[in-house]
Structure formats: structure tokens, C-alpha cells
């Protein structure tokens, strides 16, 4: 972390992030819905074969409810983070007894 002098204490701003590779989407995930208090959104690149999943397809419901399809920025998932965790290894978990292999990010 950088201090600045006389800036009123102001970082700079990040970079933005890369864009995600090939067959991926950038999700936001943030801990709490509207109104309430969060931590800051975090990103995971999620491969695109996920948001067939009816476990994925449930967390995209629950952002459709939160923020609606005329939400600006890129997708944001309202739950903590250790459920989009969990809800990601059940899906890997599912797709490898299935045969279908996927590289995660």
C-alpha cells in the first residue's frame, strides 16, 4: 500500500483485471444483498460449461431477484463467497464423474 502525501490519503487506482480466457466469464461475488453491509465484490473466472449447472443457474436466479437484468458492471452473484465456493466444487466434483474435464481458473 502505497500513502500518499497531501492526497487526503487516496491509493491510486488499480489496474483493471485481465480479461478471462477463452470459454470463461469474470463473475462478482459479493457477501450480502443490497442494502446491508459487505465486504467489497471479489472476481472468479468461472468457465462458461458452469452457467449450465442447476446449481449456477440458482445463484443466477438469486442475482436476476437482487439486481435484475438491467444491473450495470459485469455479473454479480449476492452470496458469500464460501457458498459460491462450495456451489464451484460440487460443480467440478459433478462434471468429473460425468467424464467432462474443465480446467478452473
Do not use: W
Not at 452473484?77 to 460425468?98: M, N, Q
Amino acid at each position: 500500500m502505497q500513502l500518499l502525501q497531501g492526497g487526503g490519503g487516496r491509493e491510486p487506482p488499480l489496474p483493471p483485471p485481465p480479461p478471462p480466457p477463452k470459454g470463461h466469464l469474470a463473475v462478482y461475488v459479493s457477501g450480502g444483498r443490497k442494502g446491508k453491509e459487505a465486504a467489497p465484490p471479489r472476481r472468479f473466472v468461472v468457465p462458461v460449461i458452469d452457467f449450465n449447472h442447476p446449481l449456477f443457474v440458482e445463484l443466477l436466479r438469486e442475482a436476476e431477484e437482487e439486481f435484475g437484468f438491467d444491473h450495470p458492471g459485469g455479473i454479480t452473484i449476492p452470496c458469500p463467497v464460501s457458498r459460491f465456493e462450495r456451489v464451484r466444487t460440487s460443480i467440478a466434483a459433478d462434471l468429473a464423474r460425468t467424464g467432462l474435464r474443465v480446467r478452473r481458473s
